[in-house]
């Protein structure tokens, strides 16, 4: 058998967080957990921090193999003696491989520190000391520790180590989060935004880094992110919006340079035009998000699903179907008194006021249409960037779920 250090160390990492994945799928949170449930988590923690452990012997070792050396005792003399008569590799390919003894855990970790140029957070080095405390928990007697402690240590700890990963050896270390290069890259990136005066993308870059780092739902460059969580939707609704204008084009035709998203009660999004004064309220089902190549100067896409959805029984008769999309008109007047309606009488009666009577002091009112049926229901760009024909990709997903799209747009790196 051989196996590369490098290799050695990200297969390790993977397996850990693949355990943890596990464990925090189908075990955390139970009330009960069986002591077999546990064992998940042991192995989480065991592959996990043997692979940091290689990974930054690997980082030393690319500077100097003496680094990675514990003690410089005869039988590593003789194995490096071995390795040059060869033409050897490394030391670890020679006979005395067996008898040669690396440093620590926490030894290669005190080196990198000093040895490299690798900044390391305070923040990563306490969780990276903190696992190893559980790890020799683990490996030398009966252990106890408290489930938060563990979630602490792995809470973020796989982009972290990404960025590290990525920044020390390069790009032939294997992230595990394409967005793990944006923030590995990130200062690069804003630098050269800068100097290209790509202000807007800047910005767009800023936010949705901000957003990825709150909902841990992180994307790299031409990636999709799909999104069911109303929770996640809005934080990145509020980090895009912050600074920048949304454009919009709906299912329907409607369109808007100037729309802004907001969540309102019950699982419900407005989504107001400003320069045409109205209203849709669509009960949220799923959002898809298009991560753009920063260098394109492309806006990221943001594509809504609407759900099948219950209106109050007093105005299910005002109910209006267009091929096969049900939806409600309304009014909505913001004084004398406050008011909305969606009797059609009512409303005819107040444009009609607003039209022929002169003596009417015409309130500040807009319409509202409130849709009730799923629909991939609209895509909404970053206002000054270029992007997708939104119109083609309505018309191709007119009778898929937002799903169903989000998979084709991943094959396809999103282009459209």
């Keep these: 058998m051989h196996i590369t250090m490098l290799d050695n160390g990200i297969d390790s990492i993977q397996k850990g967080f693949n355990s943890y994945l596990v464990y925090t799928k189908s075990i955390k949170g139970k009330s009960t957990p069986d002591p077999e449930d546990y064992y998940t988590l042991k192995q989480a923690i065991l592959s996990t921090h043997h692979g940091v452990e290689i990974l930054l012997k ?67 080095e306490f969780k990276l000391l903190k696992l190893n405390t559980i790890r020799n928990a683990l490996t030398h007697a009966e252990v106890s520790v408290d489930d938060s402690t563990i979630d602490s240590v792995f809470d973020n700890l796989l982009i972290e180590l990404d960025v590290l990963f990525l920044k020390a050896i390069g790009a032939i270390y294997k992230t595990f989060y394409g967005y793990s290069e944006i923030k590995a890259n990130y200062d690069k990136y804003m630098e050269f935004l800068t100097t290209h005066k790509m202000a807007i993308m800047k910005d767009v870059v800023e936010a949705l880094s901000k957003a990825a780092e709150k909902t841990h739902l992180y994307s ?6 799909y999104i069911d969580d109303i929770n996640a939707a809005k934080i990145f609704f509020k980090a895009l919006q912050e600074k920048q204008t949304f454009g919009m084009d709906l299912f329907n035709g409607w369109c808007s340079g100037e729309a802004r998203l907001k969540i309102i009660e019950d699982g419900h999004i407005a989504i107001w035009a400003n320069d045409n004064r109205n209203e849709a309220i669509i009960k949220f089902k799923s959002m898809i998000v298009y991560i753009p190549k920063i260098e394109s100067n492309q806006s990221p896409v943001v594509i809504l699903e609407s759900d099948n959805d219950i209106l109050e029984s007093e105005v299910e008769q005002f109910i209006q179907d267009e091929d096969g999309v049900k939806y409600i008109d309304g009014l909505y007047i913001e004084n004398s008194p406050e008011k909305t309606t969606y009797n059609p009488e009512e409303i005819v009666r107040f444009q009609y006021l607003c039209d022929y009577e002169d003596g009417f002091a015409i309130p500040q009112h807009y319409s509202i ?4 049926s799923q629909k991939v229901f609209g895509c909404f760009n970053i206002q000054g960037l270029p992007y997708w024909d939104f119109h083609k990709l309505l018309r191709h997903a007119r009778s898929m779920t937002a799903k169903e799209l989000a998979e084709q747009l991943g094959a396809k790196k999103g282009i459209y």
Aim: hydrophobic fraction near 30%; proline fraction near 0%.
């Design 220 to 225: 790299g460059q031409e990636d999709i992110v």
């Design 369 to 372: 249409t409130r849709f009730i």
């Design 58 to 124: 690997y980082i030393l070792y690319c500077k100097s193999e003496f680094l990675i050396i514990d003690e410089f005792k005869n039988d590593y003399k003789k194995a490096y003696k071995e390795k040059t008569d060869q033409n050897l590799d490394s030391v670890f390919q020679t006979s005395k491989a067996s008898r040669i003894h690396t440093i620590s855990y926490d030894e290669a970790l005190e080196r990198v520190k000093y040895f490299s140029d690798i900044q390391l957070s305070e923040q990563l």
